[in-house]
């Protein structure tokens, strides 16, 4: 944190110095390390093993909150008689589809009404491959699962079949010998995290586990991120102060493009993309949303999918035409960005936006994403800077293997000048889901525009285009609500700059008879007299005052600071904060109050917006055939959760289990020490010739890449480096690409501090300079001693300072759920010197794939 | 005659902007205070200093000696974070928990920790084994002497002492002499070489304590930026109290390496406006254990040029007599 | 005597308190006109870090239409103030000498960069657009399904632009039938 998020650590530094335990678990020790009060290092890969490990403790020691466990979450409601456990399966759970690496998850589901149910439930899960190709789990983030009826419970968690039984269950073989085994941790070291961790929840403390986001760069990335979940729910640091799990996001608006997303599976609000199988029509596609039956607040979708539509087709869009249903494109399964990437080298991709991202140098695998670029038909880059994106035809190592030819590279590249955050209005999403408006500074100079303007404009071209086709599929261009006001600025008149204010309005959404900003997502109508872009975003404008703007100073408001900037939803600063008071509605502790029930006035209230519903009384029951909001008890404080409580086990809506369970890395120099199944069984994998993979255990010659390595940011820099090569402040602050060694193995490799090593992959080998220090050290795993190496990854052949990519390892293997790479673990070789060039580097990596007969082709992945 | 000296004109404890001729008026004398314990080694004063003082970037290749590329303080480095990767100092008391650093920081309420330790090297999965493994981060500054050598050696008084008690060039009067370069016994100004295209190339340059800012009532840009309040800027005196009671609650948590350097007016330098609390001997951070005004001896060697310096001014006072019309 | 010696600083220091001449009696007439350029500055823009997602809050001083300034503003409850190297090496990266201004152009099979008029730009893009798209136009697929969408143009990026930019993005390639958007969000 100290690392990539220093703004944010001051907070740390603060809790640390009114006396709270700062605990760092990281493959190396960082900056934030260095501030600590304990640092463990830890295997690269191994973080459910750890994280179980001390699941295992709290439950084997009975060390979980128990009055908000029975209350707030399901350990108390019975899985279905059917389930069968990694323990029994070996690694698998029930369900499982070799042929597909898919499960059916119907014996996953609570028991009660179970025949019943899991024909239900099972639909509702849908098809897992197709949830596997459509990135579903990405929905999850603020679906919860749907649950209709009333599940059996036992709350004295006896039951032997009940989750908290279960869980306990699952994780007894998770003890501190096999932590220690598995994660290269001593057994002293894991305990004194795992006592600190129990000692400082329940009801006086809470304890926050903090992320960055390469937890989610792994094939399990969801299930790590569960598994702090179980803990924390565990414990009872959940939708309190001081606790939850925090995800400090690495671009300043990446929760943005999250929210209104430009991502292929999803529209504004989580609303699914509609998929052809399934969503033909707008009933089809709103229900799959809002499961009529079910609990909890997605039973409004209609609303808020209908106000979508109504926002992008305005007056064409009617209750007669389904508001347009039917111009939504429809997705058939994977097109995400890594797919896209192997369709542009097969050839079916024309042309390419890249919009201030740096793909040649930050995603994975960048020769694919390189030879891929060079086989379009044309590329729009729009960046500050002249990146590696825009001049791969003249300057990407294939350029010096002599697999691009500029001379034979078709691709036609336009390099579009953008406008900075200071020459343009707006807001971004900062990573606790705020909103600050940025005031214009200056218009930009030259030809620099903002991506408003450039798609504003490009929309209005195109439309003049498609004028006057009598062509039906080009109605949805010609029917676009597109008319934005411009106003002076960069360019003038036609080519005027279009009003960000009046975007932000149609986020919000309005009445259409009036013009009236919502000021709350519960104002939208699903009859076309209201719309807006995006439902959890409305309120940004209530009162017709741009909410976002606001800057009341902090020094002048409390510590939930509501009065600066905007929060979704409703402006709410903690999400849950209903678990912030017991089932009673009181504050757990004094210490740790935050939002409770005024018995007096009836309502909630508290130092932050109640994520609950303002007068329902904590002894509130539902009816027994009560669905949606109403379905929701006073004492159900996860209401975005069909059953309202915090899921310990997932019986829906994960591909890969409902409990995380430790698989190895794709590519790991070790056997799975827990099960015979050694990894992720249900990753989505690209087998092709271009992707080859690393042999792991038990296939042979995995000891031709002896190595561990991991990737991450420094302070210095910023992802793939566009914003801070090009700056020469923070390029000399870290001039040049290197590696980190621990002198154990610069001894055991002949590598010399200050010089190169050369690091290879099956993908390509990259050279780096060469640091050697104690902040990585050997680890014991499995009985044998491993060597981690880490790797920064800001470095490419453009701007002031220039090096290898280290993203140029990695090959594409993806998490199940939310198909996102596994890039922050892999295995490599280490060798002294620098790397060849020109054509000798392919032939150094076609050696290595003789010698270790990598993976690929069609076969058996373990 | 009697000497143009007044007592601890250059020796000893002294306010320097009253003895520089400042009235009663003046602001109370500026200064940082950089608390090393909690300095995450971000740079962020590095590039802050840089971006307000428009000071150049000129340094291009890695070091390869842990995270420092900037190599020291010099004319386009008025700030510097050291980066010291070091085996931990005395064994830290046994608390029984492995790994942890050498204090219960917990209940003492500490944000130091020594700097977290690592049980590194576990080979054989075992604590003791593990040589304890120290990083620290330290942003060096100027240290604005109260005593400041620089100063009394500028031949053409470019360098001076502001209302603010800081010791600032003034590049409009710099002819670029470098006698103040080795006067300075922290190695701290220097001349600026290049790059080519930059400002105040050829004269000597260091770090002002942001006297423009200072002057509007700002803090300086490297203070004003630090994440951590590592470095922490305001009146010396108040600055010293603040060091002393953070000493001790370091000292209490059992971070007995903790200690400050150049707050005291006793030193060798008649305390410095900027100083430090340490986690290890100043040298392990690149800092001289004792510095001493190299100007400590002047009055002795100032007697005996005033002869010939009073006879000089006659001379040139004689001269602009005879050129009145 | 004429104004120029009795400016001299030699003998404002014998004749002032600054005897030894270290203080008020050497302050160049630069010095003494000192001003920070914040104070100076004709607007000052309430902004936030353009870097991770912290949020950080920024003030923009802007003097004579340039960028003069960046620093943290101290009223925001995130960053009370303070920046981290990327935030305070903001203004380098807005006025940085190596930023694009102009439109560059890449012909196929060319060897080097050509400049593009803007307006030339725009309207050759859009050419394109509407070219991939017609050429690539699935209305259904292979199963027969009505997905009425182009699998041609794809985009990456967002996760740097403003909710506003990402909305209109979204909008447009949605009803061209552009699905393969993505950004950092998946990476």
């Known amino acids: ?862 | 005659m009697t000497s143009l000296f007044n007592d601890n004109d250059l020796w000893g404890p002294l306010d320097p902007s009253a003895d520089a001729g400042y009235g009663e008026d003046r602001p109370a004398r500026k200064g940082f205070f950089t608390d090393t314990s909690i300095c995450i080694g971000c740079k962020a004063c590095e590039v802050a200093c840089k971006e307000w003082n428009d000071v150049p970037a000129d340094h291009f290749d890695m070091t390869a000696t842990s995270y420092d590329n900037s190599h020291s303080l010099n004319a386009n480095q008025w700030r510097h974070v050291a980066f010291v990767e070091r085996p931990a100092g005395p064994a830290p008391v046994d608390l029984g928990m492995p790994g942890v650093a050498p204090t219960d920081a917990v209940s003492a309420g500490s944000t130091a920790g020594g700097a977290g330790s690592t049980a590194g090297g576990l080979l054989d999965n075992g604590a003791d084994a593990a040589p304890d493994f120290r990083w620290l981060m330290s942003s060096d500054v100027c240290k604005h002497c109260t005593h400041a050598a620089c100063l009394d050696v500028c031949p053409t008084g470019s360098l001076f002492r502001s209302e603010f008690g800081t010791v600032v060039v003034q590049d409009d009067i710099c002819n670029g002499c470098g006698y103040c370069v080795p006067a300075c016994p922290y190695g701290v100004i220097s001349r600026r070489e290049g790059p080519d295209g930059s400002r105040n190339v050829g004269i000597a340059q260091k770090c002002t304590l942001c006297y423009d800012r200072l002057d509007a009532g700002k803090t300086p840009a490297c203070a004003q930026a630090c994440p951590t309040q590592s470095i922490q800027f305001g009146d010396v005196e108040e600055l010293r109290e603040r060091a002393d009671a953070r000493v001790a609650q370091l000292h209490e948590a059992g971070v007995m390496d903790a200690r400050l350097y150049g707050n005291d007016p006793d030193d060798g330098v008649g305390g410095a406006g900027a100083f430090f609390l340490l986690l290890d001997e100043p040298e392990v951070y690149g800092m001289p254990p004792d510095p001493v005004v190299t100007t400590k001896d002047l009055p002795q060697m100032f007697r005996r040029a005033t002869t010939a310096a009073v006879v000089m001014f006659a001379g040139a006072a004689l001269s602009f007599l005879g050129r009145r019309p | 005597m004429p104004k120029a010696f009795l400016g001299w600083p030699v003998l404002r220091q014998l004749t002032g308190r600054d005897t030894l001449g270290r203080g008020a009696a050497v302050r160049s007439p630069r010095t003494d006109a000192t001003v920070a350029r914040t104070e100076t500055a004709d607007s000052v823009a309430r902004s936030v870090c353009p870097y991770c997602a912290v949020g950080c809050g920024q003030l923009v001083y802007v003097k004579d239409d340039e960028v003069v300034q960046i620093e943290g503003d101290p009223d925001s409850p995130v960053n009370r103030g303070r920046l981290c190297p990327k935030g305070s090496a903001s203004k380098n990266l807005v006025t940085s000498p190596l930023r694009q201004t102009t439109v560059k152009y890449r012909a196929p099979y060319a060897t080097d960069w050509v400049d593009l008029d803007l307006e030339i730009a725009m309207e050759m893009i859009a050419d394109r657009v509407v070219k991939a798209r017609n050429d690539t136009w699935q209305e259904l697929d292979e199963k027969q399904r009505r997905v009425r969408r182009t699998l041609g143009i794809a985009s990456l990026g967002g996760a740097t632009l403003d909710n506003e930019e990402n909305y209109l993005i979204k909008k447009l390639f949605t009803a061209m039938g552009a699905i393969q958007i993505e950004n950092q969000a998946r990476i």
């Open chain 1, 1 to 862: 944190m100290a690392e990539a998020h220093p703004v944010g650590f001051q907070w740390v530094m603060e809790a640390k110095a009114r006396g709270a335990k700062v605990i760092h678990v990281d493959p190396r020790f960082t900056r934030t390390s260095a501030l600590a009060d304990t640092y463990v290092p830890i295997r690269a890969g191994s973080d459910i093993a750890f994280l179980g490990g001390i699941v295992n403790h709290v439950l084997s020691n009975e060390l979980d909150f128990r009055d908000y466990v029975v209350a707030y979450t399901n350990a108390a409601t019975i899985v279905s008689g059917d389930f069968r456990d990694t323990d029994d399966l070996d690694g698998l759970f029930s369900g499982f589809d070799p042929e597909t690496r898919t499960y059916d998850p119907s014996s996953w589901q609570y028991a009660e009404e179970q025949e019943e149910r899991s024909a239900a439930q099972a639909d509702d899960s849908g098809d897992t491959e197709t949830q596997r190709e459509t990135a579903a789990g990405l929905q999850s983030e603020s679906h919860g699962m749907q649950v209709q009826g009333n599940p059996p419970r036992d709350p004295s968690l006896q039951h032997p079949n009940c989750v908290y039984q279960i869980l306990k269950r699952h994780y007894a073989r998770y003890t501190p010998e096999m932590v220690a085994r598995t994660c290269g941790v001593s057994e002293e070291q894991f305990l004194e995290v795992a006592q600190a961790w129990a000692e400082n929840s329940r009801r006086d403390r809470t304890t926050a586990l903090v992320y960055s986001v390469g937890w989610t760069q792994h094939s399990v990335g969801v299930q790590y991120i569960r598994t702090g979940a179980i803990l924390q729910l565990l414990l009872g640091n959940m939708g309190r102060p001081g606790g939850g799990i925090m995800a400090l996001r690495g671009h300043a608006s990446i929760q943005g493009s999250t929210d209104i997303p430009t991502l292929f599976n999803l529209l504004p609000g989580y609303l699914p993309m509609p998929n052809a199988e399934e969503h033909q029509s707008l009933e089809q596609w709103i229900d799959a949303v809002r499961k009529p039956g079910s609990k909890g607040f997605w039973s409004n979708a209609g609303a808020y999918g209908v106000n979508l539509l109504k926002a992008y087709w305005g007056e064409a869009a009617t209750p007669e035409n389904d508001f347009c249903f039917d111009y939504l494109p429809k997705i058939t399964g994977d097109h995400g960005t890594y797919r896209t990437v192997m369709d542009m080298i097969d050839g079916q991709v024309k042309g390419y936006f890249l919009l201030g991202q740096n793909p040649a140098v930050g995603s994975a695998h960048g020769r694919a994403q390189r030879l891929g670029m060079a086989n379009l038909d044309w590329v729009v880059v729009r960046d500050l800077f002249e990146i590696e994106s825009a001049t791969f035809w003249k300057t990407s190592p294939e350029v010096a293997t002599g697999e691009i030819v500029p001379e034979q590279c078709r691709t036609e590249v336009f390099l579009m000048p953008a406008a900075s955050h200071t020459e343009k209005e707006g807001t971004f999403t900062q990573t606790q889901r705020m909103l600050q408006w940025r005031e214009k500074a200056l218009d930009p100079k030259g030809d620099c525009r903002s991506e408003l303007w450039f798609f504003y404009h490009l929309g209005r071209m195109v439309r003049e285009r498609y004028a006057g086709s009598t062509d039906e599929r080009d109605r949805p261009l010609l029917d676009l609500a597109w008319d934005y006001p411009t106003h002076g600025g960069p360019g003038d008149g036609e080519w005027g700059e279009p009003d960000a204010e009046a975007v932000l309005k149609e986020i919000n959404g309005y009445e259409v008879a009036t013009g009236r900003p919502l000021s709350s997502f519960t104002e939208m109508r699903d009859d076309g007299s209201t719309l807006g872009g995006c439902w959890i975003y409305t309120g940004v404008f209530a009162d017709g005052v741009n909410q976002a703007a606001r800057r009341k100073p902090g020094a002048e408001q409390g510590y939930v600071a509501p009065e600066w900037g905007w929060a979704w939803p409703a402006n709410r600063r903690m999400l849950y904060n209903r678990a912030s008071a017991d089932p009673e509605g009181r504050p757990w502790s004094e210490r740790k109050a935050y939002v409770w029930w005024d018995e007096a006035a009836q309502e909630w209230t508290g130092h932050d917006v109640p994520d609950f519903e303002k007068t329902k009384p904590p002894t509130y029951l539902p009816a027994e055939d009560a669905e949606g909001v109403a379905a929701i008890a006073g004492a159900d404080p996860f209401i975005m959760q069909g059953d309202g409580k915090g899921a310990l086990f997932v019986p829906q809506g994960l591909i890969d289990g409902p409990m995380p369970t430790h698989y190895e890395p794709v590519e790991s120099p070790f056997r799975n020490p827990f099960y015979a199944q050694q990894a992720n069984p249900t990753r989505k994998d690209y087998v092709r010739e271009d992707n080859p993979m690393n042999p792991s255990p038990p296939e042979e010659h995995s000891e031709v890449f002896p190595y561990v390595f991991t990737t991450s940011r420094l302070t210095e820099h910023h992802t793939a480096g566009g914003m801070s090569r090009y700056v020469a402040r923070l390029a000399e602050l870290q001039p040049e690409m290197f590696v980190e060694v621990s002198p154990e193995l610069a001894a055991e490799r002949g590598l010399e501090n200050g010089g190169f090593a050369t690091i290879v992959t099956l993908r390509s080998a990259i050279e780096a300079r060469v640091l050697v220090t104690e902040r990585l050290s050997p680890l014991r795993v499995d009985g044998r001693v491993i060597h981690q190496v880490w790797l920064p990854y800001h470095w490419g052949e453009g701007g002031l300072v220039t090096g290898d990519s280290a993203n140029d390892l990695i090959g594409v293997s993806l998490d199940p759920n939310v198909l996102i790479q596994e890039s922050k673990v892999g295995t490599c070789d280490v060798q002294p010197g620098r790397r060849p060039t020109g054509p000798a580097l392919r032939e150094l990596v076609a050696d290595y794939l003789r010698r270790s007969q990598g993976t690929t082709g069609e076969g058996e992945r373990p």
